[in-house]
Structure formats: structure tokens, C-alpha cells
């Protein structure tokens, strides 16, 4: 039963659809970053820092959101098309952000509540056009685009475009906002986000299968989503976006103001370099997991997703205690937002194998309520709250430093606790869509086994193939390693932060190079994959050209341990082994120093695979991992009796035990 669950092979997607997909998949996240993040900073630094602005521009824009998804995504569902939504939206999107350009650079002036409300307006109105865009046409032409094969990496890759699209902005256009140029930041921005929809006019293309909705009223068609008989109907979909509901609500009640945390809370003057470390981290953890997702399972992933969240909340939270802000903050920060981030890939792909066929705009209009709306309000009255109950008064440093802050507080680290508390919920929809799982997913994988044309499903049946991966716990360490060698980039900027000196060049010149050989050696190591068909054998490596040799070309096949001619010792007794595969004369070099290239495989070499390996590779090579592979079996054999020979002996030790407790009662 396992097997039927393994997805052997992901349904390709084809470069038009990945380019159309991370096109308007980051810029449109670009859009929301400066709605989400931006625009709180400029209410906080330019009008007001009173809790109840940043709080009303959250509400309204969500609630404008939320309506404008329920009413384009019935249209689009009927009309059978999203690319025009798509294209004329973003266009659009572009304009009404470049506008908030007439707001000028400085405090502004006059009433507080009435530019408060004219940025409230031209927010809701740049929110409407936004989720008729992105939320609604783009997110349902995902769903029409996938299936369950490929649904949790695309919905993973979708979900870290926001950490992107932060990134981005922080490295090209965040100096603008730090210099006072507000007006060349909106313009900029707004003018990027309107050429991706004149892009899309030439390369987005609607799904094939998608077609027009017939049958009920426009009315009745805004209202399918929310009729109690559909909600029973397809109540899975309505759990699924529960969980994202709580996981969107730990990181509302502290993104809108992560910039302020951070630079005046936490006293981070450049805070850059910790967000920076966080959306770099937590989008590789996220890459990992949605690759994981969609060969494994979606169903093992949900609770310690969930409870990374909650461990990312209590960590950043401790930083009120025992100081340490930027460890902690990076440490807590990766951990909240990695798991936000897998944590939306999750649920979203669930929601995505629930969803009725030509029904996906009308399952966006319910998520965009639940997982957009109810968040941002709910953050919008816990938020100020919060920032009462327990905020501190801003020292005179600070407001010098800070004028708008006059008359406010400093945000408490409190909202990291109750980000936390709210992932903790994440836990009761988890465990539902978790149980309906293995369900959910063997019927989807055997309705696309139906779709597959007799003739394709007859000649992957002819074509053995299976690919080999590195082991789980030497993948893990490699990348830890990969990470920590990137420290060198943040000493060259430190450098260039604090000015040049003699020991702190030399320090970094030495981990640059330590890091550069770092990559040199791991990166086959960690990424190299090696498939195996009935007529060749091809290893390959994200970013490194590939390597294929023909089973009519293989000359030369020989397995070497990694101390055979190393001037390093094997210290810890691992017995590397590193397989070798070629046309040409094998080198007489160590092994460390051979790569892959030019009609040679490396490979490190796992019994494991031995038996996998004669299967495939042809005679008269097969017989050492025949033989290897026997060794393997047996010694397998050999631990599992002595497993249950260990757990007889524990078992009648026990009730030798408890015979013992009897007797003496």
C-alpha cells in the first residue's frame, strides 16, 4: 500500500508554464510586500505610529481584498478564462501602487485621521485589483495547471516568492525608503508589477481543459462557496484553509511590524542583515520540504511543521529574557517563517486535490476570506491590544531618533508569543486533513493513471528507471555544511559596513576560500543524483552539466573506498565507498580529487544499492553488486534477529519482573 503512495515521477509542467509561474508568482509577491510591510512603515514613520493606523489600513485592505476575490473569482470561473484577469490586473495592480508616489517623501502634514483615510481608500482599492489579479485568476490558474504529482513543490516554490521578493526589495530598493525617497520607491515598484502584466500579454496561456461554468446564476455562482451544501459537501477544503487561517495569523500579528521590531524594539540598526539571513534560510528549508511532500506525502509533514512554528515564537519571544537578539532572532525568525511558509504549501496543495473540477476561482474566494481576510482583522484588533497591555514607553533616544513615535509605544516582544500561540491551533485541522490523507491522494493518483493514454502507460511500463539519492542524515550534514560556509558573505559585509581592516580582510579572504573549495567538493556530493535505465546509466547535479554513458559505451566500473591512496585517513571508520563508471581509463588519482565530466560518473556508493545497481547495470559488472548486495541481505537478516532476539530477552526480563513485584505483594 506504501508504494501506490511513492510518486515515481512528477507530471512535467512544460518552461512556459514555470516561466508564467514565477513571473507573476514574484512579482505579484513584490506588489504584496509593499502593502504588507512597506505601507505599515510609512503610515508608522511618516503619519502616525499609533497602533490603531496600522491596525485600520490592515482590516480595511483585507476585507477589500476578500470582496473583490469572491466577486472576480465566480467571473473568471464562468467566463473560463484567467489570462486576461491576470494580465489587465497586474497592469492595473502596477498603476494604483505607483500612485501612493502623490504622498510625497516627508511627515506629511494637516489632519492625522484624514490622511490616514485617503491612504485607507487608495489601500483598498490597490488591495481589490491586487486579489482579483493574484489571489483569484493567478492562484486558479495553478490549480487548473497541476495535479497531485507536481502540486506540493509548485505551491512550495510559490510560497518562499514572498522570502524572494523580500530579498529583492531589501537589496535594491529598501535604500530608497532609508533615505527618505518614498515617491521613486512606489514608482518603481508599481511600474515593475505593471510590465509583468504587458509580459504576460505575450507568454501566459490558460489551461486547455479549462472551461466556462454553466448552468446557475452570476449570483448564485459568487455564493456556491458558501452555501451550506457545498460547504458539506467539500468540507476538507473548508479545514484545509483553517490550518493556513492559524498559520497566516502567527505571522500577521508581527509582519506588518518586523521592520520596527527589529530596528527600534530589538535596537538592530541594520536590519537587513538578520531578515536577510532568515528568508535566505527558512527558503531552502522550504525548497527541501515541498520535494519531500510530493514524493512522500503530504501526511508526514503537518505536525512537525506545526510544531517548528511554535518552537520559532517561543525562541524569538525568549529574546526579552536572556538578550541575544540577533542569534535568537535569527534562530526564532527562520523557524516561524520556514514553517509558515511549508506550512501554506501544505495546506494549500490539500485544498488544491479538493477542489471540484471547475471550481478552483470559487475555493480561491473562500481562502482569500479565511486565510487572507480573517487573519489580517483578527491580527488588526489582537495587535493593539497586545502593544497596550504590555508595550514599553519609547526612551528620549529613541524619539529624537523617531519623532512619529511621540505619544505611542515601542511594539513588545509579546507579539512573538502570541504568533506562537496561535501555531499551537494549527495542531486540530492538521490532524483531520492529516487522517484523510492517504485517501485523498490514492484516489487522485489513480484518476490520473486513468487520464494517461493507454500507449504512454504501456511504454513506461517497458522503460525501467529508478534514481538513486544521496542518504537523508549525509544530505542533511552536507547542507549544514554548505550553510555554515556561507558565512563568508556576511564578513565581506561586515566589511564593507565597518570600513576596511587589515585582520578582518585577512580572516575573510581565508573563509572565502575555505568556502569556495566548500562548494567545489560538496555540491556533487549533496546534489548528484544517479538514474538508472535499460539502456543507460546518467548522473546528474543541480547547476553542473550532466554526464551520460551509454550500457554499449561502459568500459570501466570499480568501486573505491575513500582512504585508498588519500593522504587523509578514514578517522571514524565510515568506509566511504565511491562508485565509478566510464568509457574511457579510470585516473589513478585520489579519489577526492576525481569529479564527475567528460564520460566519467562519481558516485558515493551505498549497500543499500548494490542490489538496485545489478539490476541495471549489465554483465560482466553486475556481479560485484550482486555480491555486495548479498552481504547487504544478510547482514540485514543477521540485525533483525538479533532486534528480536534483544526484545524476547527485555520481554521475559520484564516479566520476570513483574512475577517478581507479585510475589512480594
Not at 492559524?246 to 520596527?260: C, D, E, K, N, T
Not at 492517504?438 to 511500463?461: C, F, H, N, V, Y
Not at 551509454?550 to 585517513?569: K, T
Request: charged share 20%; with cysteine.
Amino acid at each position: 500500500m506504501k508504494d501506490t503512495l511513492v510518486v515515481k515521477k512528477a507530471t512535467p509542467l512544460g518552461a512556459r508554464v514555470w516561466t508564467s509561474l514565477l513571473v507573476f508568482g514574484f512579482i505579484g509577491q513584490i506588489a504584496w510586500m509593499v502593502e504588507n510591510v512597506y505601507f505599515s512603515t510609512y503610515i508608522q514613520k511618516n503619519i502616525t505610529a499609533a497602533g490603531w493606523a496600522t491596525s485600520a489600513t490592515v482590516a480595511a485592505s483585507a476585507i477589500a481584498a476578500a470582496l473583490a476575490t469572491i466577486f472576480s473569482a465566480a467571473w473568471s470561473d464562468r467566463v473560463g478564462k484567467r489570462r486576461a484577469f491576470v494580465c489587465w490586473g497586474y497592469i492595473l495592480w502596477g498603476i494604483t501602487t505607483a500612485a501612493f508616489a502623490l504622498f510625497g517623501n516627508g511627515q506629511v502634514g494637516g489632519s492625522v485621521g484624514l490622511a490616514v483615510t485617503l491612504f485607507v481608500v487608495m489601500d483598498c482599492v490597490m488591495s481589490a485589483i491586487g486579489s482579483t489579479a493574484n489571489d483569484s485568476a493567478f492562484s486558479a490558474w495553478v490549480t487548473d495547471v497541476t495535479d497531485v504529482t507536481n502540486r506540493g513543490v509548485v505551491d512550495i516554490v510559490l510560497s518562499i516568492l514572498p522570502i524572494v521578493a523580500l530579498i529583492v526589495i531589501f537589496a535594491g530598493f529598501d535604500g530608497m525608503t532609508v533615505h527618505g525617497n518614498w515617491t521613486g520607491f512606489f514608482l518603481v515598484l508599481g511600474g515593475l508589477t505593471s510590465a509583468a502584466g504587458v509580459l504576460g500579454l505575450c507568454i501566459f496561456r490558460d489551461s486547455p481543459a479549462l472551461r466556462p461554468v454553466q448552468g446557475d446564476t452570476y449570483l448564485r455562482d459568487v455564493l456556491y462557496a458558501f452555501r451550506p451544501a457545498n460547504i458539506r459537501a467539500n468540507k476538507m477544503i473548508y479545514v484545509c484553509f483553517l490550518g493556513m487561517m492559524f498559520s497566516g495569523l502567527a505571522m500577521q500579528l508581527w509582519q506588518p511590524y518586523m521592520i520596527s521590531l527589529v530596528e527600534v524594539t530589538l535596537g538592530i540598526d541594520n536590519y537587513i542583515l538578520p531578515i536577510g539571513i532568515v528568508v535566505l534560510a527558512s527558503a531552502v528549508l522550504s525548497v527541501l520540504a515541498g520535494k519531500a511532500m510530493d514524493r512522500f506525502g503530504k501526511e508526514k509533514f503537518y505536525y512537525p511543521v506545526a510544531i517548528l512554528q511554535v518552537l520559532g515564537g517561543l525562541i524569538a519571544y525568549s529574546i526579552k529574557f536572556v538578550g541575544h537578539a540577533m542569534p535568537l532572532l535569527c534562530v526564532g525568525g527562520t523557524c516561524i517563517m520556514a514553517g509558515n511558509l511549508a506550512m501554506a504549501g501544505l495546506f494549500t496543495a490539500s485544498s488544491r486535490d479538493y477542489t471540484p473540477a471547475g471550481r478552483a476561482g470559487a475555493s480561491q474566494s473562500v481562502k482569500m476570506v479565511i486565510y487572507i481576510m480573517l487573519p489580517m482583522v483578527l491580527a488588526s484588533i489582537i495587535d493593539p491590544l497586545i502593544i497596550r497591555a504590555v508595550a514599553l514607553e519609547p526612551t528620549a533616544a529613541i524619539l529624537a531618533k523617531y519623532p512619529s513615535y511621540a505619544g505611542s509605544y515601542l511594539y513588545p516582544y509579546e507579539l512573538f508569543l502570541a504568533a506562537a500561540v496561535s501555531a499551537v491551533f494549527i495542531l486540530i485541522p492538521a490532524y483531520f486533513v492529516r487522517r484523510d490523507a492517504g485517501r485523498i491522494r490514492r484516489e487522485k493518483l489513480a484518476a490520473l493513471e486513468k487520464m494517461t493514454p493507454s500507449t504512454e502507460r504501456q511504454t513506461a511500463a517497458r522503460k525501467k528507471r529508478k534514481t538513486l539519492y544521496p542518504l537523508v542524515i549525509l544530505l542533511v550534514a552536507r547542507l549544514f555544511c554548505l550553510m555554515v560556509a556561507a558565512m563568508p558573505i556576511v564578513l565581506i559585509y561586515g566589511m564593507i559596513v565597518e570600513g576596511f581592516k587589515v585582520w578582518y580582510f585577512v580572516i575573510t579572504c581565508v573563509m572565502t576560500l575555505l568556502f569556495a573549495y566548500s562548494i567545489y567538493w560538496l555540491w556533487p556530493l549533496c546534489f548528484g543524483e544517479l538514474t538508472l535505465t535499460e539502456d543507460y546509466v546518467k548522473w546528474h547535479a543541480l547547476f553542473m552539466r550532466s554526464v551520460k554513458v551509454p550500457y554499449s559505451e561502459l568500459r570501466y566500473v570499480e568501486i573505491r573506498h575513500f582512504d585508498e591512496g588519500n593522504v587523509v585517513p578514514d578517522l571514524y571508520g565510515t568506509g566511504q565507498m565511491y562508485l565509478l563508471l566510464s568509457s574511457k581509463s579510470l585516473p589513478k588519482k585520489r579519489i577526492d580529487k576525481i569529479r564527475s565530466g567528460n564520460g566519467l560518473i562519481k558516485y558515493q556508493f551505498l549497500m543499500r544499492d548494490a542490489q538496485t545497481l545489478s539490476e541495471f547495470i549489465p554483465e560482466p559488472f553486475d556481479r560485484m553488486f550482486r555480491t555486495r548486495a548479498e552481504i547487504y541481505a544478510r547482514e540485514k537478516r543477521a540485525m533483525a534477529r538479533d532486534w528480536q532476539k534483544w526484545k524476547a530477552k527485555r520481554k521475559k526480563a520484564r516479566e520476570k519482573r513483574r512475577k517478581k513485584r507479585q510475589a512480594e505483594k
